[in-house]
């Protein structure tokens, strides 16, 4: 990679959305959806979480504690800037969003899409039951897991492009290195632990048929957070990039339609495109 792929659609809003992208990922897989609801009157921000957007070596340095404090200090920030400020998130990312909500109580909603609590997909290797020996040894450090067709994807046409894009390193890994995913479990566990902690509303969407994570993740957040506004859509014509997929433009809109329905500060300049 090398190159930022960070961005801000700003103008001057009352109301912030800071978006995490996934695993191995970039903040490329949720700019259509940041520049939605930058349209819709949300000032948006994405920035490419440690050990991403540089070098493949780097991911394999980062704990989690790294993405979560990176990504908290964005929030803090946002705070001191906009009367309200939620939060969104896709794989990795939406599991961050509910970790930042557990503790701090002032987030005023969260976009969960593709929620990745657990790595059960149906297009995890069939020796994935052999990764707790590697995730817990020395052995993390030096393995990875190779990403492969669909890629996440469900449109073929957009899945050769990500596919060709990957093995450049331009936007994404091509892997999912063992150490990153030993992170991700950790950080998980905790988000588990203290999902009962998060009070904001919640947007959960996710594909029936993700192959990297099955719909348990959602349906876990659904049933243990206490969040009085809580909504889960399944998609039907999905996979697990559930914002760049066939469904892309109808994740889009129930977005918007979910963060206006909440929001106090209604700007009826975009309301018609609700």
């Given at each position: 990679m090398g190159q930022s792929l960070d961005f801000e659609f700003i103008q001057e809003n009352d109301r912030a959305v800071l978006l995490f992208h996934g695993m191995t990922g970039s903040p490329f897989e949720m700019k259509?959806?940041?520049?939605?609801?930058?349209?819709?009157?949300?000032?948006?921000?994405?920035?490419?979480?440690?050990?991403?957007?540089?070098?493949?070596?780097?991911?394999?340095?980062?704990?989690?504690?790294?993405?979560?404090?990176?990504?908290t200090g964005h929030y803090r920030d946002l705070t001191k800037k906009y009367k309200e400020v939620y939060l969104g998130g896709l794989c990795m990312g939406a599991v961050l969003a509910l970790a930042i909500a557990s503790e701090y109580k002032d987030v005023k909603g969260i976009l969960s899409l593709s929620t990745t609590l657990f790595l059960d997909g149906w297009t995890i290797p069939w020796y994935n039951f052999l990764m707790p020996i590697g995730l817990h040894t020395i052995l993390r450090y030096y393995y990875s897991f190779p990403e492969r067709e669909p890629y996440g994807l469900k449109n073929e046409v957009l899945r050769k492009k990500v596919a060709a894009l990957q093995k450049k390193n331009t936007v994404a890994l091509d892997n999912y290195p063992m150490s990153c995913i030993y992170e991700l479990v950790k950080m998980s566990r905790v988000a588990q632990k203290n999902m009962y902690k998060v009070k904001a509303p919640v947007l959960l969407m996710h594909a029936k048929e993700d192959d990297l994570t099955s719909p348990k993740s959602a349906e876990f957040v659904y049933k243990n957070i206490s969040s009085s506004i809580r909504e889960y859509i399944e998609l039907e014509n999905s996979y697990h990039l559930v914002v760049m997929d066939n469904e892309r433009d109808f994740v889009f809109s129930k977005c918007i339609e979910f963060l206006n329905r909440i929001s106090e500060y209604k700007n009826e300049k975009f309301e018609v495109l609700v």
């Open positions: 259509k959806l940041g520049r939605a609801l930058f349209d819709a009157g949300f000032d948006v921000y994405c920035y490419c979480l440690p050990g991403h957007g540089t070098s493949p070596v780097s991911i394999k340095t980062v704990r989690w504690e790294d993405w979560y404090q990176d990504s």
